[in-house]
């Protein structure tokens, strides 16, 4: 429902031939269910085309191609087919889930003139991930130890854990390690290949300024991001918040990126182009963010509703919301 309105609003366009690319999670493959749910809402209450990208797919570790493959490899392939997709439309919605969302603005900001008019990351971890999921250690165990030679994994403490993340090897077999950042290991996260790029903390100026301007050039940045998460820790790095290193959670307004306005975060911010939406859902977890199904939408809006604190969704938005409302099926 909340994306419906998002999307009559970015309609609002008219004669412009508008698509929607989406882009898969962590351990998805393009056409899981809930994606191919997702594809079907939006088109049959829309009329909005949706692409599923069809890019590394599942879980596996290097050198197959997969969605933990690290993300400088995925990120230019990804952006070769979505510039060949999007040739088609005057704008683009760019849909991202979880990691696909870190994909996705990794994308935007290397894409110069790109054509994106919204972007929406749903239960995607913006800042990065600071500390690991409960079952982190599993999936370490089984797609990064197993892959490494020597490694025993009843060796395994949280700090070691975290240390071990930024080395060379597992970056370099594990996708997800190259958006972690915690900031007690700041040093470690600054000499990474990935993330500090994508935040514009490194890299040369001119390159940083290139960045920036892409990312600016974004009509609308949605975020959707809720606490019953279970995955990203923590959750408010879906809507761009973090923890300190004394482990105080700051909103979107109050990190560095922000503050400092290192890659235009704050530019469109202060330009009334950004939403962020806190979703309370009881029984969901990630999964239930995703709102990568017709069900999940509408379930995470309802639930959303009566205490969604961090809701900014303007007057207008919530008035069509309203007249939505009444013909919701459910
Ligand atoms: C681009 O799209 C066309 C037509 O849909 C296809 O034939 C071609 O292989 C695509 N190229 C790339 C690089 O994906
Ligand atoms: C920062 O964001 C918080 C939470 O969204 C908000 O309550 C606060 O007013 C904002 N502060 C400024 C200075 O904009």
Same mark, same amino acid.
């Given at each position: 429902m909340f994306l419906l309105v998002l999307l009559a609003s970015t309609l609002g366009l008219q004669a412009e031939k508008v698509g929607l690319l989406y882009m898969h999670g962590c351990g998805q493959s393009f056409d899981h269910p809930g994606n191919v749910d997702f594809k079907n809402f939006v088109e049959q209450n829309t009329g909005v085309t949706v692409h599923l990208i069809d890019a590394? @797919?599942?879980?596996?570790? +290097? +050198? =197959?191609?997969?969605?933990? =493959?690290p993300m400088w490899i995925q990120v230019p392939a990804i952006l070769e087919q979505v510039k060949n997709i999007s040739a088609q439309y005057d704008k683009i919605i760019a849909v991202g889930y979880s990691q696909g969302g870190v994909i996705w603005r990794a994308m935007i900001e290397d894409w110069n003139n790109h054509n994106v008019d919204t972007f929406i990351a749903m239960a995607s971890p913006q800042h990065g991930f600071a500390d690991l999921p409960q079952d982190f250690l599993v999936t370490i165990k089984d797609y990064v130890i197993d892959s490494i030679q020597g490694a025993s994994a009843n060796n395994l403490r949280h700090n070691f854990l975290k240390a071990f993340l930024y080395s060379k090897k597992v970056q370099n077999v594990f996708s997800p390690s190259n958006f972690f950042l915690e900031p007690a290991m700041y040093n470690l996260y600054k000499n990474t290949r990935f993330f500090p790029r994508l935040n514009n903390e490194v890299g040369p100026d001119s390159e940083k300024q290139r960045q920036k301007k892409n990312f600016e050039r974004l009509r609308k940045f949605v975020m959707v991001g809720g606490p019953?998460?279970? *995955?990203? @820790? +923590?959750?408010q790095s879906e809507i761009f918040g973090f923890r300190t290193v004394d482990r105080k959670i700051v909103s979107m307004n109050e990190t560095e990126f922000y503050k400092k306005n290192l890659f235009g975060l704050r530019t469109l911010d202060e330009k009334g182009c950004t939403n962020s939406r806190t979703e309370q859902n009881s029984n969901a977890g990630q999964q239930g963010l995703q709102l990568s199904g017709s069900t999940n939408l509408l379930e995470v809006h309802h639930n959303g509703k009566? @205490?969604?604190?961090?809701?900014? *969704? =303007?007057g207008v938005q919530a008035e069509q919301e309203t007249q939505l409302e009444k013909s919701d099926p459910h």
């Open positions: 590394f @797919n599942d879980l596996a570790a +290097p +050198p =197959t191609e997969s969605s933990i =493959t019953d998460d279970g *995955v990203i @820790n +923590p959750w009566s @205490n969604s604190k961090e809701d900014q *969704v =303007t």
